[in-house]
DNA sequence: AAAATACGCTAACTAACATTAGCAGTATAA
DNA sequence: TTATACTGCTAATGTTAGTTAGCGTATTTT
């Protein structure tokens, strides 16, 4: 078939990673196929195996970039001197951002993880659940400073969450699509709902 | 192994159904084996196809129950004589209320609808399509009624429902659940979220 | 230029999958 | 009680899956 093109410094496995990521995107892990893989990458099946270890090893290495990338910022947000609620807005934003920019990656994170082995299933849970816990605790200070509604920060999360997540609908309803309009539509309803 | 019971006059389809429900919301419907549901069961693999068609036919008995279900619920909220706000509100309960009875299906329904077969991928497609349509439209009133803040009703619906089906994390990380207190919480923030 | 490594190919393997055929026992209705 | 439909079983079929072995060619390194 040819081999891999290789352009702009990315290297083959980094080439396979984002096609694969595009394909358990709109087929899902279990669906997809390491020889669908192999077509859009321009090889033959058995050829995948020279730049990586498994199917499972795909998934991982998306998953774990996300979660990675996620901790980071909320490390940079944890460390900032502001009022909870800008924190707040601020992670709404940089999910959103993360969501349109790294759209399969996030969204194969999103829905395809419990579909990763042990032990890096556990290990990406207790990374997940973390981060919630750190989200949870940002609105819980924003509640005792009376900048917030008396509400369960655990469920808010939830729902900023989930709610984020959710934009692959939209990916799907309209092509043509405006990133910051989305993000103050969003903050609108979401940080509004938590303002006191 | 023995024959499926048929208690509270279920018929042993509907029995199949539900554990199928069940099977497909743990593992996913690509992962998920009739040579499980069986198992679950309490049958032999081949001996289901004297109940069901076939795999997909659970799958899509699935979605359907629920897609129908909504837009009946929905037909009821749109004759209703009430403002925007109440309708939405009432819209929320029910949806969440879905999510704590139903688990299992609204679950995969949400989820899995995608692994659907023509023609019921097309038509639930359609259907998904038009109660969004009718719940962006509800908003849309509110808007004009000035009830509601100007804001893209599209997004509005996405983050109410994506806000909703992310409700299984909660099932997962809280055992004894409050389904009331959810609502109530879901409630301030979302509605609080559009009021204007 | 020679040696070593990287890469892609064909062919094959094993496992799991949904589903069907055909047969036997069991409940139900005549 | 006999006939009919129901329900379950074993065995088998055809597909598709992920992955490996082994070989040849291209590229990189020495």
Redesign the pocket.
């Known amino acids: 078939?040819?081999?891999?093109k290789?352009e702009n410094n990315s290297?083959?496995k980094e080439i396979i990673l984002k096609k694969s990521a595009e394909l358990f995107k709109e087929k899902g892990y279990k669906a997809?196929?390491?020889?669908?893989l192999?077509e859009i990458v321009g090889?033959?099946?058995?050829?995948?195996?020279?730049?990586i270890?498994?199917?499972?090893e795909l998934l991982h290495l998306i998953c774990f970039n996300v979660a990675t990338h996620y901790s980071a910022f909320m490390d940079e947000v944890e460390a900032e001197k502001s009022n909870s609620l800008y924190k707040i807005e601020k992670l709404i934003r940089f999910l959103i951002d993360g969501m349109v920019e790294n759209f399969e990656e996030v969204y194969v994170c999103d829905r395809e993880w419990k579909y990763l082995t042990e032990p890096y299933l556990s290990n990406f849970q207790a990374q997940r659940r973390i981060f919630r816990k750190r989200f949870a605790s940002i609105i819980e200070e924003g509640i005792r400073k009376k900048e917030i509604k008396k509400i369960d920060a655990t469920t808010a999360v939830l729902v900023i969450l989930h709610a984020i997540s959710g934009i692959e609908s939209w990916h799907r309803s309209k092509q043509k699509f405006d990133g910051k309009e989305l993000q103050e539509n969003m903050i609108t309803i979401l940080v509004g709902g938590l303002k006191k």
Chains 1, 2 share one sequence.
């Open positions: 078939m040819g081999r891999i290789t290297s083959r997809a196929s390491m020889r669908e192999a090889v033959e099946a058995a050829s995948l195996y020279n730049h270890r498994s199917k499972s």
